[in-house]
């Protein structure tokens, strides 16, 4: 079965502190690897897919790297705007398309 | 606004009753996906269809099913509802991209369900 763990489950930071989000997962191959943000009540909004180890993307603060154990999500000098839950989600190439996601990081950047 | 629209926003029932609940997804998508959040079960896949057609099932109770109509739309519905159905329930839209598999999934702002 596939698995997500993502790690801290909570993260607190004071503004410009970098710090970094890891999403470990065990897949029977993988096909793409997702990360999303979610604020509270909202709907989870799409950041970055990452399809192969060694690959990375960035966007704004975030960046996000692969490697065939796991994922991690950098967030470089965060604003308090940065503030949300952090899923990582995988899509197995056995499982169809549907996504198995992490229980999430919670990071609240203070000012 | 990731063009995924839900209806109703909240949800407030009594146990033993049906709901529906509507997605619209993003113009051009023709796969639909619906999820449930609990706070104990985190983000769980429920159904998948494309074009009408199921294509994908989860952890989908038999009290629940779906439906995608021609027009695209999808609804959820579920019945003989639980306390423990209180959750919030997403829609989420992907179009197709190349080799048959579908691109990142759009979510919509969500249902939020209270059984009471």
């Known amino acids: 079965e596939d698995q997500v763990t993502q790690s801290p489950e909570a993260l607190r930071l004071q503004e410009g502190e970098s710090s970094s989000l890891n999403c470990s997962y065990t897949v029977s191959g993988l096909r793409g690897l997702f990360w999303y943000r979610q604020d509270p009540g909202k709907g989870p909004e799409f950041l970055f897919t990452?399809?192969?180890a060694g690959e990375e993307k960035e966007k704004e603060r975030l960046k996000a790297t692969l490697t065939k154990k796991e994922s991690f999500l950098h967030i470089t000098a965060p604003k308090p705007e940065d503030s949300a839950t952090y899923l990582c989600?995988?899509?197995?190439?056995?499982?169809?398309?549907?996504?198995?996601f992490g229980g999430g990081t919670r990071v609240l950047v203070k000012p | 606004d990731s063009g995924v629209t839900q209806t109703p926003k909240h949800l407030i029932t009594a146990t033993g009753q049906r709901v529906t609940l509507r997605c619209s997804p993003r113009s051009g998508d023709l796969s639909v996906y619906w999820y449930q959040q609990s706070l104990d079960q985190g983000l769980q896949f429920l159904i998948q269809?494309?074009?009408?057609?199921?294509?994908a099932k989860g952890n989908i109770l038999e009290r629940f099913s779906a439906q995608q109509f021609p027009d695209l739309h999808s609804e959820l519905n579920l019945s003989s509802l639980e306390l423990g159905d209180s959750a919030l329930y997403f829609c989420a839209s992907s179009a197709l991209g190349s080799g048959g598999w579908y691109n990142e999934q759009f979510f919509g702002p969500g249902t939020r369900l209270t059984v009471l």
């Open positions: 990452l399809y192969s």
């Open positions: 989600a995988v899509q197995a190439k056995a499982a169809g398309n549907k996504l198995t």
């Open positions: 269809y494309y074009n009408g057609e199921e294509r």
